[in-house]
């Protein structure tokens, strides 16, 4: 918007500078009939209506390309959300599967048989007993 803002000053700018000076074959005249100040009013305003129908197809294509810049920020913003919202998603996947491989290593630790639950060591203890 800056930059419109800056374009339509500098060229209402050197406007204004190249219309100062008005030359009739090449030469100043300091004055003018009534049909050549209304054929240089024509001309002016015929060149005015090219400058101005410029500025407009200018503006056009500017507020063209700002709303697809607002498009593309929409998208990127919803992509940005999304991003986050599987991320999110993700962590707690990986939360999940520690605390289920915590889990399953105590699920071990009760599986495993005790010392006293191994029956070759009563098997050992009632050998040496019955020997007693």
């Known amino acids: 918007m800056k ?3 800056y374009f339509l000053i500098t060229f209402f700018i050197f406007s204004i500078i190249d219309g100062q000076e008005i030359t009739k074959d090449g030469k100043t005249p300091k004055t003018f009939t009534y049909a050549e100040a209304l054929e240089m009013l024509k001309a002016r305003d015929a060149q005015w209506e090219g400058k101005i129908a410029k500025a407009d ?3 056009e294509g500017y507020k063209e390309s700002i ?4 498009n593309v920020i929409t998208e990127l913003e919803e992509q940005a959300d999304l991003d986050s919202k599987v991320l999110l ?3 707690k996947q990986i939360d999940l599967l520690k605390a289920r491989g915590e889990m399953n290593e105590q699920m071990v630790k009760l599986v495993e048989p005790k010392w006293y639950e191994n029956s070759y060591i009563w098997l050992a203890v009632g050998f040496v007993l019955g020997k007693i």
């Open 3 to 5: 930059i419109l803002k």
């Open 57 to 59: 197809s200018l503006i």
């Open 67 to 70: 709303s697809d810049c607002d």
């Open 89 to 91: 998603a993700q962590r």
